[in-house]
């Protein structure tokens, strides 16, 4: 589990409520997270590997530039897999181990490596799951900047920067103000915790509140772009429009089902610590409520990693390919040249997810849309393909498996 109470748990004066949650049934709690983690890593990579049936693997790249936007998606299972990788070997050293949890919560205890252990494993956590916000926060912008300025691939390398320079130094920031001035006598009180939270919590919450906005924005210029090219909102238009709209709903859905019961088990953790008895009657429904959120946390989030590679893509199945060759024909949908019709048009089946590919082959393009069309391939899922003619007419079909 991605919350910041278990690097709060590294320090053996941890605060009461701190204890609390982390101390109420270790064993199941352990249990549960290790599961939820396992299974959510192996379906995650189940996910991603090739598969005879034509399934383009996601970050499978045969075009030399592939766009920015299926790179992305792409690092975002990466960077969950690896999250849930950290997970399932702390929550399984904590129960094949239990000597360690004990180690950590002696104070004179001069053994370090429990918590060198405890603090590794929990920044391991932390940075990625803080990167797989950050790389969710650049699709919205990717995507959105894509569809308003038709801009071709998008600069990666800045998003390499902007989201592991942003990962690792909140990341680095927010544990060394915690564990200030060591990890065996870690200062006491909120305000000290508050710099660790925040800069946990901030780009979760970014992602929450900022993603909305850009896919929103999204989809109402891809129904102007729509509508722009004949005057008219036919049924295959509106059938795309859903087709994106459906998307970006799975990627926020999926997103918020998984981390707002951290959200609302902090501010019960927090209202908590403000209390001078924790041990109050009075708040024996807020700390089952506190408790019910820890589980649930504990196995919700590592199955973000599973979830999110099912709202990029949808299932892909069992049938992997473990075929060295075959896994080099693989392709993503084929883009073909224009060539002369019956009725004189050009007609051109648009890769969905190559903007760089779309740029190269526009230029091969006469006639009006172009720059519609391209802009709004980069959205579909799937293997959805755009039929564009000279005639600015076009229809959405099924591209099929490439043989």
Same mark, same amino acid.
């Given at each position: 589990?991605?919350?910041?109470?278990?690097?709060?748990?590294?320090?053996?004066?941890?605060?009461?409520?701190?204890?609390?949650?982390? @101390?109420?049934?270790?064993?199941?709690?352990?249990?549960?997270?290790?599961?939820?983690?396992?299974?959510?890593?192996?379906?995650?990579?189940?996910?991603?590997?090739?598969?005879?049936?034509?399934?383009?693997?996601?970050?499978?790249?045969?075009? $030399?530039?592939?766009?920015?936007?299926?790179?992305?998606?792409?690092?975002?299972?990466?960077?969950?897999?690896? /999250? *849930?990788?950290?997970?399932?070997?702390?929550?399984?050293?904590?129960?094949?181990?239990?000597?360690?949890?004990?180690?950590? @919560?002696?104070?004179?205890?001069?053994?370090?490596?429990?918590?060198?252990?405890?603090?590794?494993?929990?920044?391991?956590?932390?940075?990625?799951?803080?990167?797989?916000?950050?790389?969710?926060? *650049?699709?919205?912008?990717?995507?959105?900047?894509?569809?308003?300025?038709?801009? /071709?691939? @998008?600069?990666?390398?800045?998003?390499?920067?902007?989201?592991?320079?942003?990962?690792?130094?909140?990341?680095?920031?927010?544990?060394?103000?915690?564990?200030?001035?060591?990890?065996?006598?870690?200062?006491?009180?909120?305000?000290?915790?508050?710099?660790?939270?925040?800069?946990?919590?901030?780009?979760?919450?970014?992602?929450?509140?900022?993603?909305?906005?850009?896919? +929103?924005?999204?989809? !109402?210029?891809?129904? !102007?772009?729509?509508?722009?090219?004949? /005057?008219?909102?036919?049924?295959?238009?509106?059938?795309?429009?859903?087709?994106? =709209?459906?998307?970006?709903? =799975?990627?926020?859905?999926?997103?918020?089902?998984?981390?707002? $019961?951290?959200?609302?088990?902090?501010?019960?953790?927090?209202?908590?610590?403000?209390?001078?008895?924790? +041990?109050?009657?009075?708040?024996? +429904?807020?700390?089952?409520?506190?408790?019910?959120?820890?589980?649930?946390?504990?196995?919700?989030?590592?199955?973000?990693?599973?979830?999110?590679?099912?709202?990029?893509?949808?299932?892909?199945?069992?049938?992997?390919?473990?075929?060295?060759?075959?896994?080099?024909?693989?392709?993503?949908?084929?883009?073909?040249?224009?060539?002369?019709?019956?009725?004189?048009?050009?007609?051109?089946? %648009?890769?969905?997810?190559?903007? !760089?590919?779309?740029?190269?082959? =526009?230029?091969?393009?006469?006639? +009006?849309?172009?720059?519609?069309?391209?802009?709004?391939?980069?959205? !579909?899922?799937?293997?959805?393909?755009?039929?564009? %003619?000279?005639?600015?007419?076009?229809?959405? =079909?099924?591209?099929?498996?490439?043989?």
């Amino acid at each position: 589990m991605a919350s910041p109470r278990l690097e709060t748990f590294c320090c053996p004066n941890r605060d009461s409520a701190t204890e609390f949650v982390v @101390s109420f049934q270790p064993v199941l709690f352990g249990a549960l997270s290790v599961a939820s983690a396992a299974l959510s890593l192996c379906l995650a990579v189940l996910q991603i590997l090739p598969k005879r049936k034509g399934y383009r693997r996601l970050g499978q790249y045969p075009l $030399p530039r592939p766009a920015s936007s299926s790179r992305i998606l792409f690092i975002v299972s990466i960077c969950d897999i690896l /999250g *849930c990788t950290g997970i399932v070997v702390r929550s399984s050293v904590w129960l094949g181990v239990p000597s360690i949890i004990d180690q950590i @919560s002696e104070a004179n205890s001069t053994d370090v490596l429990p918590e060198v252990f405890c603090v590794g494993s929990a920044m391991w956590i932390q940075l990625f799951f803080s990167a797989s916000f950050w790389w969710t926060f *650049c699709y919205a912008v990717d995507v959105f900047l894509v569809v308003k300025t038709s801009a /071709g691939i @998008s600069t990666i390398i800045l998003y390499h920067m902007i989201t592991w320079g942003l990962a690792v130094l909140l990341c680095i920031e927010g544990v060394a103000m915690l564990y200030y001035p060591s990890i065996s006598d870690c200062e006491q009180g909120l305000q000290h915790a508050i710099p660790h939270y925040v800069t946990t919590y901030a780009p979760m919450l970014l992602v929450l509140i900022v993603n909305p906005v850009f896919f +929103n924005r999204t989809i !109402s210029a891809v129904t !102007s772009l729509l509508k722009g090219r004949q /005057g008219i909102y036919t049924e295959n238009e509106r059938r795309l429009a859903n087709e994106i =709209k459906l998307r970006f709903f =799975k990627i926020m859905l999926v997103f918020f089902v998984c981390w707002i $019961p951290n959200i609302i088990n902090e501010s019960l953790l927090f209202f908590l610590e403000m209390q001078t008895d924790i +041990n109050d009657n009075s708040l024996r +429904n807020i700390k089952n409520a506190a408790l019910i959120t820890w589980f649930i946390m504990g196995i919700l989030n590592p199955m973000q990693a599973f979830l999110n590679t099912l709202a990029f893509h949808g299932w892909t199945g069992f049938d992997v390919d473990f075929s060295m060759q075959r896994r080099r024909e693989l392709t993503w949908d084929s883009v073909s040249t224009s060539v002369p019709n019956a009725g004189g048009n050009n007609t051109l089946g %648009t890769t969905l997810l190559y903007q !760089s590919h779309v740029q190269d082959v =526009k230029r091969n393009l006469i006639g +009006n849309g172009q720059h519609q069309s391209d802009a709004i391939s980069v959205l !579909s899922e799937g293997n959805w393909a755009l039929s564009v %003619t000279t005639s600015s007419q076009y229809d959405l =079909k099924w591209a099929g498996p490439v043989k």
